[in-house]
């Protein structure tokens, strides 16, 4: 079984962005980061793992890159590092990178970037682990991260993946075969497009009362602004302000990162 919290006033945040804040990069960083604390301090407030640190030696917090970078900003770090000191145990951040893999209801994404593989014998046994999505469609990145954190000894129980927007409804029972004693903050349920088409697992249908659609967004673009590759860098370089980026780290990123630019409004995400 996961274990699921959901928060309430995100939806409001999320669907100011898919209404007017998507045009502006300034505008979607600001409701990113708004979203990004609402979840931390609902995790805190009620994920048990995250009230009962006795017997952890450190909290590894960081985004799933391009989206999740913008929920992971500052005001979350000092958040993060507060509670950190109270507890009287150690906070490291960190950030990954995946990219959509054939058959993104079948197979798990790929991870290209990952800054806690530096560290040599790094055994995550007795750490909690915070991961920060943006969006969540076929769980297909999720399931992806979670294979990473395997290998360095996280067991997915002490894992909490703080999401803005999930297709829980569609992905659960995924999330349970892959990933057992998941924890999930979730800020807005949502269903994704199935059908093959230029909208194919965006999100498309936000739950309110009842279903209701809405035109789909590519938060990875809108957060990012890619246009060019000055502002692939300018990117990294935002996000530099919440990671350690190695300058081999960053060569990388930005080669991956060039085929970002003028992407298509459309484009498969998982």
Request: proline share 6%; charged share 20%.
């Amino acid at each position: 079984m996961i274990s699921i919290y959901d928060v309430e006033g995100v939806r409001a945040l999320l669907l100011d962005f898919y209404e007017k804040a998507w045009k502006s990069t300034y505008e979607t960083r600001r409701i990113f980061e708004q979203i990004g604390y609402e979840l931390t301090t609902s995790a805190i407030n009620t994920v048990p793992l995250l009230q009962n640190l006795n017997n952890v030696d450190t909290l590894y917090a960081g985004p799933i890159a391009r989206a999740g970078c913008g929920l992971f900003r500052p005001p979350v770090i000092k958040l993060l590092e507060k509670t950190c000191t109270a507890n009287g145990i150690m906070f490291e951040s960190f950030g990954m990178g995946l990219r959509r893999s054939e058959n993104p209801l079948r197979n798990p994404a790929i991870v290209y970037w990952n800054t806690l593989r530096r560290i040599s014998d790094l055994n995550l046994s007795s750490s909690t682990i915070l991961l920060y999505e943006m969006g969540e469609a076929t769980g297909s990145t999720i399931e992806g991260a979670i294979n990473e954190l395997r290998r360095l000894k996280a067991p997915p129980h002490n894992v909490v993946v703080l999401i803005g927007a999930a297709c829980i409804d569609q992905t659960k029972s995924r999330l349970e075969a892959v990933a057992p004693g998941l924890n999930l903050v979730i800020g807005s349920r949502w269903r994704y497009d199935d059908t093959p088409g230029p909208t194919q697992y965006y999100l498309t249908h936000v739950l309110n009362d009842d279903w209701t659609p809405v035109s789909p967004r590519d938060w990875g673009r809108c957060v990012s602004d890619m246009i060019d590759m000055a502002a692939v860098d300018s990117f990294i370089e935002w996000i530099r302000e919440t990671l350690q980026i190695s300058p081999s780290e960053q060569k990388m990123l930005r080669q991956a990162w060039s085929s970002k630019i003028n992407e298509k409004i459309f484009s498969p995400r998982s």
